[in-house]
Nanobody, 122 residues
Framework: QVQLVESGGGLVQAGGSLRLSCAAS????????MNWYRQAPGKQRELVAR???????HYKDSVKDRFTISRDNAKNTAYLQMNSLKPEDTAVYYC????????????????WGQGTLVTVSS
């Protein structure tokens, strides 16, 4: 059994910053790519940022130069530093990861966190 737990969401004024964290726990062998998605009310869930186990990153165009994804492999934790926040960044942010687990056998699982709400006021 593995899980992802997000934290760090909240209410912030436009132009402000927040840092989200996503911690993986359980019977983990390795955590591969870690991703941050978001879903605004009435919209589809979209990929915001991705970081591979080796470090290369990918960002949605609208957050480039404002958001930074990073990870601490020793802690199985990913972070999303969000600066210069805009009202259109308001959404529930979800962490997602590919995790190799070992229980009775090895399993390669896609795991989602429960989400954390980010609200940016104008």
């Amino acid at each position: 059994q593995v899980q992802l737990v997000e934290s760090g969401g909240g209410l912030v004024q436009a132009g402000g910053s927040l840092r989200l964290s996503c911690a993986a726990s359980g019977s983990i062998v390795t955590v591969n790519a870690m991703n941050w998605y978001r879903q605004a009310p009435g919209k589809q869930r979209e990929l915001v940022a991705r970081i591979t186990s080796g470090g290369p990153t990918h960002y949605k165009d609208s957050v480039k130069d404002r958001f930074t994804i990073s990870r601490d492999n020793a802690k199985n934790t990913a972070y999303l530093q969000m600066n210069s926040l805009k009202p259109e960044d308001t959404a529930v942010y979800y962490c997602n990861a590919r995790i190799l687990t070992r229980g009775d056998r090895y399993r390669d699982l896609e795991v989602w966190g429960q989400g954390t709400l980010v609200t940016v006021s104008s």
